[in-house]
């Protein structure tokens, strides 16, 4: 079984409500969150659900635990349970550690899979690799490149489209979480279970 952890050692994962990539983007800048993609990424509705009726299943703001300051933004929407698939969106700060940033994708994947009966969680990105997965040990695999597919800017940039698979997260991404999300509880949080 996998169990959706919302914490790890230094941020926890927040809800909200269902928002656009272009309100995502700017909730982000009024946070002063500076190293995240243009605002033409997070309006694509390729990569962010923009689009009237795209359905956003999950959406969490990364916070740091120790002053509740914003460090990013993800979102899982375009659930399709027929095709057991989710699309996972990741806008973490790039001034933030390597270790946070895989905690926010880990912490976020594991969640689509704990939540919901799909194969495989699709990353639409125009950076060439999924950002922090690879620390897992279950780094996507790429299943398609888009060229020209993305006005950034006044620039044309490829959309890469990477699949992460249940079957390599459990063999992988599982442990992983449970491991960051036991070293996230505080010794009195450890006494209460007991």
């Not at 659900?49 to 990364?62: D, I, M, S, Y």
């Not at 700060?93 to 905690?103: G, I, V």
């Not at 509880?185 to 450890?190: D, G």
Request: glycine share 8%; hydrophobic share 40%; charged share 20%.
């Amino acid at each position: 079984m996998i169990f959706p952890h919302i914490n790890a050692p230094g941020i926890a994962l927040e809800a909200t409500h269902a928002r656009t990539g272009t309100e995502v983007h700017a909730e982000l800048a009024a946070q002063g969150v500076q190293g995240i993609d243009r605002h033409d990424v997070f309006a694509s509705s390729a990569l962010w659900p923009n689009r009237p009726h795209q359905e956003v299943a999950a959406q969490f703001l990364v916070r740091a635990v120790e002053d509740g300051g914003v460090l990013g933004y993800t979102s899982l929407h375009e659930l399709s349970p027929h095709s057991r698939y989710v699309k996972c969106a990741l806008a973490v700060d790039s001034e933030a550690t390597a270790r946070t940033r895989t905690a926010a994708a880990a912490l976020t994947v594991n969640y689509a899979f704990a939540m919901w009966n799909v194969r495989k969680i699709y990353f639409w990105t125009p950076e060439p690799e999924v950002p922090g997965l690879a620390a897992t040990g279950a780094a996507p695999e790429r299943e398609g490149t888009l060229p020209e597919h993305l006005l950034d800017g006044g620039t044309l940039r490829a959309v890469h489209i990477f699949a992460l698979y249940r079957r390599r997260w459990q063999d992988a991404g599982v442990a992983f979480v449970e491991r960051i999300a036991t070293e996230s509880r505080s010794p009195a949080q450890e006494g209460r279970r007991g």
